[in-house]
């Protein structure tokens, strides 16, 4: 897994080129840090929708969460709140792609 750093979105101007920012997503999936204020940007620049998927390796009451899977479609983009419901054993979010072929992501934090 690639990690992904944090980019700092300003709050006080609230402008960012998140489209920019984004790098191609690695095909063995990415790793992001979680908490308030994250989030992961997903840019679908292919020909199909592609399913992008956050580890929750948590458990309630023994009973494993289900994984967070979100498709964004062909030509969309998707924000996905970096929760610290997919902290990993790392301190980490473990993220998944169906496919990568023209899918850009960046993890990005706003700032004060």
Same mark, same amino acid.
């Given at each position: 897994m690639a990690n992904l750093n944090l980019i700092p979105v300003p709050v006080a101007t609230g402008i960012a080129d998140v489209a920019a920012q984004a790098v191609a997503a690695a095909g063995g999936g990415d790793a992001a840090p979680v908490g308030p204020g994250r989030f992961l940007?997903?840019?679908? *620049?292919?020909?199909g929708t592609i399913? $992008?998927?956050? =580890?929750?390796? *948590?458990t309630v009451s023994g009973l494993a $969460?289900?994984? =967070?899977?979100?498709p964004v479609a062909?030509?969309?983009?998707?924000?996905?709140p970096l929760a610290t419901v997919y902290r990993g054993a790392n301190g980490r979010a473990a993220i998944t792609y169906s496919g990568v072929t023209s899918l850009t992501v960046a993890a990005f934090e706003l700032g004060s």
């Open positions: 940007y997903v840019n679908n *620049g292919s020909g399913t $992008v998927t956050v =580890a929750t390796p *948590g $969460v289900a994984d =967070a899977a979100v062909a030509g969309d983009h998707a924000i996905i």
